[in-house]
């Protein structure tokens, strides 16, 4: 009997430790969350309503359950994303349910790569933004921060990836893995890398921060193409101070407040 009952004890004991093991994200666990798809669709409607975006553009999260996922939407304009439209990928851009239909983005490499590179990273958001892709082909000319609210931008000029450089003649999007590796690269620790005559890609450690970023770097943009209308030299912000502003302006009553603004202003999608 006392047999019987320690492998019985066992056999509970197993089945408890199954059980604790199953809490939390399986592999094959492919629930969305609603709140994260919700952001998801939120951040591509305020992208292309605020003008950052067009037709093209996309933008992710990372799974908060499993960082070698994230949430994207299938390949569409990004004003007209819905929570039907999202999708959750592994890192190498492969739909983790092998029921779902990609229908993904020609570039989401972009987005896996990065997540590979930058543990720091939760958020991806690529743009066409058309004040920023001139500072992308004027080597003289770099992007550098001259608003506080884009104090998150290097001082010394944000990076270039030039896909030419190691591809050669391409299209010029960022459709596998070696370019989207490349990429990553060149974004190195920097907040925001320009694509040269392409666009940006931008990151950051939430959804509210990457979409404030890629808004703030296309308005940075216009304002340092007025300054230089008005001659050079041009005082961009100082290492130092940019380092303490950014601190100040990423804090999340900044953030929070421009997130909610920005959502606010969206027109009501139609049923």
């Given at each position: 009997?006392?047999?019987?009952?320690?492998?019985?004890?066992?056999?509970?004991?197993?089945?408890?430790?199954?059980?604790?093991?199953?809490?939390?994200?399986?592999?094959?666990?492919?629930?969305?969350?609603?709140?994260?798809?919700?952001?998801?669709?939120?951040?591509?409607?305020?992208?292309a309503?605020?003008?950052?975006?067009?037709?093209?553009?996309?933008?992710?999260?990372?799974?908060?359950?499993?960082?070698?996922?994230?949430?994207?939407?299938?390949?569409?304009?990004?004003?007209?994303a819905t929570e039907k439209d999202v999708i959750?990928?592994?890192?190498?851009g492969k739909p983790v349910d092998s029921k779902v239909k990609c229908g993904c983005y020609l570039e989401r490499f972009i987005h896996g790569e990065i997540y590979k590179l930058?543990?720091?990273?939760?958020?991806?958001?690529?743009?066409?933004?058309?004040?920023?892709?001139?500072?992308?082909?004027?080597?003289?000319?770099?992007?550098?921060?001259?608003?506080?609210?884009?104090?998150?931008?290097?001082p010394e000029g944000t990076p270039v990836f030039d896909s030419h450089v190691g591809f050669g003649a391409t299209n010029m999007l960022i459709q596998n893995q070696a370019m989207g590796k490349a990429l990553?690269?060149?974004?190195?620790?920097?907040?925001?890398?320009?694509?040269?005559?392409?666009?940006?890609?931008?990151?950051?450690?939430?959804?509210?921060?990457a979409v404030w970023r890629a808004y703030y770097t296309e308005v940075d943009a216009r304002m340092m193409i007025a300054a230089k209308t008005l001659g050079e030299p041009i005082v961009t912000l100082y290492a130092d101070e940019a380092a303490i502003t950014n601190e100040e302006m990423q804090s999340s009553v900044s953030i929070t407040r421009a997130w909610d603004l920005w959502r606010l202003r969206l027109p009501k999608q139609a049923d």
């Open positions: 009997m006392k047999t019987i009952s320690r492998a019985f004890v066992a056999i509970c004991l197993t089945g408890i430790a199954l059980a604790g093991a199953s809490v939390g994200t399986r592999a094959d666990d492919v629930t969305l969350d609603p709140n994260i798809v919700r952001d998801v669709v939120i951040a591509n409607r305020i992208l309503n605020e003008g950052v975006v067009d037709a093209f553009g996309h933008v992710s999260i990372r799974d908060p359950r499993d960082p070698n996922r994230y949430y994207q939407t299938r390949s569409i304009a990004p004003f007209l959750l990928l592994d890192l190498d930058r543990s720091d990273v939760n958020a991806v958001i690529h743009t066409h933004s058309a004040t920023v892709v001139p500072f992308s082909v004027v080597p003289k000319s770099p992007l550098k921060p001259i608003l506080h609210s884009a104090a998150f931008l290097p990553a690269q060149a974004l190195g620790k920097s907040s925001v890398v320009l694509i040269r005559g392409h666009g940006d890609a931008v990151v950051g450690a939430t959804i509210q921060t």
